[in-house]
């Protein structure tokens, strides 16, 4: 079974400065689609980017990027110019397709803080 | 920009009764899902349902639980017989095709006392 783990239980950052929440996946597919999702304080999830695996380019959304190393089944997340309101809970999560159905797998989440 | 919308957003039940969450997915969307969010920890899938029936069930998903979508438009979750470890954030998303990511609802707080 496919496993999203995030090594990092609490990060903080400096408003305007960059941060990276690391994420790493274990998996024996060739093909899956990989994602962040944001959790504010009102617990909503809200998706900030996604990666498809046979890309080699890495997924950018305005101040949010990813850095995928397939090899290394890596996708960690860059928040460049961290505002107040990027404080909140971010999932990693895989995109399964074990035994012909489909889920997203998440991991334990990161919860980012960020300094005035 | 199309929601998902769940109601209610807070629930408190005693112990032992049954509960009906509700989702409204996006309207051309076919996949949906319902997962589970106990405080502080990670969100965990339940069930996903396409063409009016389960694809696939966690083990979470025991007898207690069922999905229906009665009207073509709501998905509701159903816990039959309510325990104190159901306590939790439930979930309810739909995605067009499954491969892009999925739109969340903003959850509904179930709390059994």
């Known amino acids: 079974a496919q496993t999203v783990t995030q090594s990092q239980p609490e990060m903080s950052v400096q408003e305007a400065e960059t941060v990276t929440l690391s994420c790493t996946y274990d998996?024996?597919?060739?093909?899956?689609?990989l994602f962040w999702y944001k959790q504010p304080p009102s617990r909503q999830m809200i998706l900030v980017i996604r990666?498809?695996?046979?890309?080699?380019q890495n997924a950018t959304e305005n101040r949010f990027s990813v850095n995928f190393q397939k090899a290394a089944k890596s996708f960690s997340l860059k928040i460049s110019d961290s505002q107040l309101g990027d404080a909140a809970m971010y999932f990693c999560?895989?995109?399964?397709?074990?035994?012909?159905?489909?889920?997203?797998?998440f991991g334990k989440g990161t919860k980012l803080t960020v300094n005035p | 920009e199309p929601e998902v919308t769940q109601t209610p957003s807070h629930q408190v039940t005693q112990m032992g009764q049954e509960v009906i969450l509700r989702c409204v997915p996006i309207?051309?969307?076919?996949?949906f899902y319902w997962y589970r969010q106990i405080l502080g920890q990670k969100v965990e899938f339940l069930v996903s349902?396409?063409?009016?029936?389960?694809?696939?069930k966690s083990e979470i998903f025991d007898d207690q639980f069922s999905v229906e979508r009665p009207d073509g438009s709501n998905f509701t979750l159903k816990i039959r017989s309510t325990k104190l470890e159901d306590s939790a954030m439930y979930f309810c998303?739909?995605?067009?095709?499954?491969?892009?990511?999925?739109?969340f609802g903003s959850g509904t707080r179930l709390t059994v006392v």
């Open positions: 998996t024996s597919e060739s093909d899956y689609y």
């Open positions: 999560a895989y995109r399964s397709f074990e035994g012909g159905s489909e889920k997203l797998v």
């Open positions: 990666q498809e695996a046979y890309k080699q």
């Open positions: 309207s051309n969307h076919l996949y």
């Open positions: 349902f396409y063409n009016n029936e389960i694809s696939e």
């Open positions: 998303a739909s995605s067009d095709t499954g491969l892009y990511g999925y739109t």
